[in-house]
Each structure stands twice: as C-alpha cells, then as structure tokens.
C-alpha cells in the first residue's frame, strides 16, 4: 500500500534565514484530499466509545498505519475527531485500499 505523500511532488520555496539573507527549503506540496463520494467502500465500522483509528485501519486494511486512508474516506483533517464517546454508533467509511 502506497504512503498518503507517495504521489505528492517536491517544491523549493525561498525563505528569511534569520541573519539578513535568504535560504531554500525543500517541502512536499499539499496532498490534495480524495473527494470521500468517489472512494469505492470496503466496510462501513459502526464506531465503538474507545475505539482506535490504528486498531480500526488494522482490523479492516491490515495495516495500522493507514488510519489515514479511513480519515481521507470520511473527510475528516484530524483522524481523533472521528472516533471517541461522542461518535459512539455512527458510521465510519473504510475504503478499498489502493485505489
């Protein structure tokens, strides 16, 4: 499964250096987010009071550290505002991965 940034190029932007002059940074460019209406769906997760969103992608796409992948599905920036004891019952989007 490919990283969240593996499609994302390299800029250079120019910036003070704090003594007067000016130095170049290297920075990935924004990751533009997937439309959620577009992603095909593998499983919707009725969202538990103490769940976890590592344990969630885990259990669904087999690896933890793609609880980005369900964050993208669901159009949330911040992957804890979507789980917790005030979204108990509601459902989350798991995408088919890699697509």
């Not at 003070?16 to 209406?37: S, T």
């Not at 920036?77 to 789980?83: A, F, Q, V, W």
């Amino acid at each position: 499964m490919p990283g969240r940034y593996a499609d994302v190029g390299i800029t250079t932007t120019t910036v003070p250096d704090g003594a007067g002059g000016v130095r170049e940074v290297r920075h990935l460019r924004r990751r533009p987010l997937p439309d959620p209406r577009n992603l095909p769906v593998l499983a919707l997760h009725p969202v538990a009071g103490d769940d976890r969103m590592d344990l969630i992608a885990a259990r669904y796409l087999g690896d933890p550290t793609a609880f980005w992948l369900v964050s993208d599905a669901n159009g949330a920036l911040d992957p804890d505002e979507l789980i917790g004891p005030e979204n108990e019952g509601t459902l989350l989007v798991v995408p088919v991965p890699g697509v």
